[in-house]
Antibody, heavy 120, light 110 residues
Framework: QVQLVQSGAEVKKPGASVTVSCKAS????????MHWVRQAPGQGLEWLGI????????VYAQKFQGKVTMTRDTSTSTVYMELSSLTSEDTAVYYC?????????????WGQGTLVTVSS | NFMLTQPHSVSESPGKTVTISCTRS????????VQWYQQRPGSAPTTVIY?????PSGVPDRFSGSIDSSSNSASLTISGLKTEDEADYYC?????????FGGGTKLTVL
């Protein structure tokens, strides 16, 4: 069965960077897009960007260009999301989600979420 | 880039029908598929509607989706409301490879 397993919670200081991983299993990793979505406490879902693991191509939300970097390791079927220059506004749960169906929207397979807390 | 606007909250009684709207700010609503997600507190979102009006297996047929080009909006309709339907609902669409979520609607079933 399809599974997306994310790395554990992180606590970072302002100005630092964080990398969250998402390990895929149960399907051909290079055949499906992977999204990253975040949710700040009490807020809605926010789309960060998308990667196509087959070729490594990425598209980032305009708001996050220069701040987010998505990479992948096809040997381990893992996608990584690095967020730099962290501020308290980056405190959120970060989700990876496989892109399925027409247009490759996020879902129905999601990771369990990774809480990133930015605090001095 | 476009935005998707949803009402902040809606409420309805068990057994009734509720409709949540999602209005696209620019570009045609029909130009890209619309998805709807349900999210309960502390959980990841789950897809209840994809490709405008299709339901994943396991989602009851009480959930339906539609689009209306005249108002440039999409709608999620839930009939026969149950208390378990109480959750946040998000619409989502895209333009090319850029994806956008609506701000979310809190559904209260009381």
């Amino acid at each position: 069965q399809v599974q997306l397993v994310q790395s554990g919670a992180e606590v970072k200081k302002p100005g630092a960077s964080v990398t969250v991983s998402c390990k895929a299993s149960g399907y051909t990793f290079t055949n499906y897009y992977m999204h990253w979505v975040r949710q700040a406490p009490g807020q809605g879902l926010e789309w960060l960007g998308i990667m196509f693991p087959g070729g490594g191509t990425t598209v980032y939300a305009q708001k996050f260009q220069g701040k987010v970097t998505m990479t992948r390791d096809t040997s381990t079927s893992t996608v990584y999301m690095e967020l730099s220059s962290l501020t308290s506004e980056d405190t959120a749960v970060y989700y990876c989600a496989r892109g399925d169906h027409g247009g490759n929207p996020p879902g129905p397979y999601w990771g369990q979420g990774t809480l990133v807390t930015v605090s001095s | 880039n476009f935005m998707l606007t949803q009402p902040h909250s809606v409420s309805e009684s068990p057994g009734k029908t509720v409709t949540i709207s999602c209005t696209r700010s620019s570009g045609s609503i029909a130009s890209s598929y619309v998805q709807w997600y349900q999210q309960r507190p502390g959980s990841a979102p789950t897809t209840v509607i994809y490709e405008d009006n299709d339901r994943p297996s396991g989602v009851p047929d009480r959930f339906s989706g539609s689009i209306d080009s005249s108002s440039n909006s999409a709608s999620l309709t839930i009939s026969g409301l149950k208390t378990e339907d109480e959750a946040d609902y998000y619409c989502q669409s895209y333009d090319g490879n850029t994806h956008v979520f609506g701000g979310g609607t809190k559904l209260t079933v009381l």
